[in-house]
Structures are given as structure tokens and as C-alpha cells.
């Protein structure tokens, strides 16, 4: 079982620890009370879907021997206007670089970790409608 600690630090900043020991800061705009020192929840949302699905592409186009030396995501969220504001829709760009990148190892490794592996991913489908694509920069 994965755990998390949250406590209130001051105004509507926060300090996240996870089980594992590592610390995030995070707080609300300043038109809202806050001192914008860290990231908003609905951010982190993405950075870990982001993180959940390019740890499983470098994973998996490291065992296809694939001579990957940048992998960037880009993660867009569109949010309801009305409460609780959830994602209603996410892209996610994946662009991936290195040497003799083959598009169908790259490919598949994106695939398989949309629609397989990425946990955070799962968790998220049927709240928010999830698209993505992928650019090749070799």
C-alpha cells in the first residue's frame, strides 16, 4: 500500500511527503489566498501522469536496446468551469530523441504504456477524455 503525509504549513500552502521519504510544496494562487511558492494539486496531477508514462517509454525502449537521449511530455489539462472543476480532457505530447530511433519501437513503447501501464493514466480514464501523440527527433 502506498501512502502520503499532507500538513498545512501556512496560509494555502501544504507540504507532501510521500512513504518513500520525498518532499513537494505546494499552494494556491495569490488571487485565492495563497503565496504561489508551489504547485497547484491539479498541476501535480499531470506531472505524475507525465512521470507514470515516461517512466514506462524509457523502461521499455531501454529493453528494445533503443538509443533514446531525451524524452520530453507535455501535458495539457482542460478543467470544467464548474465545481469540482475535474479534467474534462488531457493531451499528452511525447517527444522522444536519440540515435537510430526506431518510429515503431517508440510507438509501441508509448502504446503499450497508454494503454497498458500507466497506472496514474488508468486512474484517470473515465473522469477525462485522453488523447495522445508523439514526435520523433532523431
Avoid at 504547485?39 to 507525465?50: C, H, Q, S, W
Avoid at 517512466?55 to 464548474?82: F, H, P, R
Wanted: charged share 30%; glycine share 10%.
Amino acid at each position: 500500500m502506498l501512502n502520503a503525509k499532507v500538513k498545512w504549513v501556512d496560509g494555502l500552502q501544504f507540504a507532501g511527503e510521500s512513504g518513500t521519504g520525498h518532499a513537494i510544496v505546494m499552494d494556491g494562487d495569490q488571487e485565492v489566498g495563497g503565496n504561489d511558492t508551489g504547485m497547484r494539486p491539479m498541476e501535480l496531477l499531470l506531472v505524475g501522469l507525465g512521470g507514470c508514462s515516461g517512466m514506462d517509454v524509457a523502461s521499455i525502449l531501454t529493453k528494445k536496446k533503443q538509443q533514446v537521449t531525451d524524452i520530453e511530455i507535455n501535458i495539457k489539462g482542460e478543467k470544467a468551469d464548474t465545481y469540482p472543476k475535474k479534467f474534462t480532457e488531457i493531451e499528452i505530447e511525447f517527444i522522444v530523441s536519440g540515435k537510430d530511433l526506431s518510429e515503431e519501437a517508440v510507438k509501441k513503447a508509448i502504446d503499450l504504456s497508454m494503454e497498458k501501464y500507466c497506472s496514474v493514466k488508468a486512474t484517470l480514464e473515465g473522469t477525462a477524455k485522453i488523447s495522445y501523440s508523439y514526435k520523433l527527433l532523431k
